[in-house]
């Protein structure tokens, strides 16, 4: 059932799972995807097959979401933030041919609840980046990252616990 707004160039394949109060803005290409309640999608999003968004999200513009990545409830995702699913992308075979569905296996990303991805940062395969934490912006996450820590560079390190609300720097 869709309840979106249509909004420009929009196109959102029927393989497409939407739910209620889903916010989805110009130029945003999504197939074989899930979004969850009252998440809302900005322009210049690509989400592939395969993907989960959760509830509550913000998915802001010019993100790249592909095949394999879920991402729980409450994530927050920074502007031209980047998801990889291969460690060893090829355009063809050995024979030369182009690489087909079969050549290659999708590496799974997660994004656990209630994280924050910050503008710019890259996520590679094969990470889980734990409930609460942030990610700082232009980051390049090689790793798995701790529920509630902080961390940011290239690649990412830790630097930080989240502060607690009312707790003292």
Known sequence: MRQVKPGQYQIIADSVVLGVGVQIFNFVNLYG?????????????????????????????????????????????????????DKYPRSTGESGALQTEQDWKVVPTLIRRGASIGTSSTILCGVTVGAGAVVGAGSVVTRDVEDGAVVAGVPARFLRWVKKPGEIA
């Open 33 to 85: 995807c899930t979004i969850g309640d009252n998440s809302k999608i900005g322009s210049f999003v690509e989400i592939q097959k395969n993907s989960f968004i959760g509830s509550n999200c913000k998915i802001s513009s010019h993100t790249f979401i592909c095949e394999g990545v879920t991402i729980e409830d409450e994530v927050f995702v920074g502007h031209n933030v980047s998801f990889i699913n």
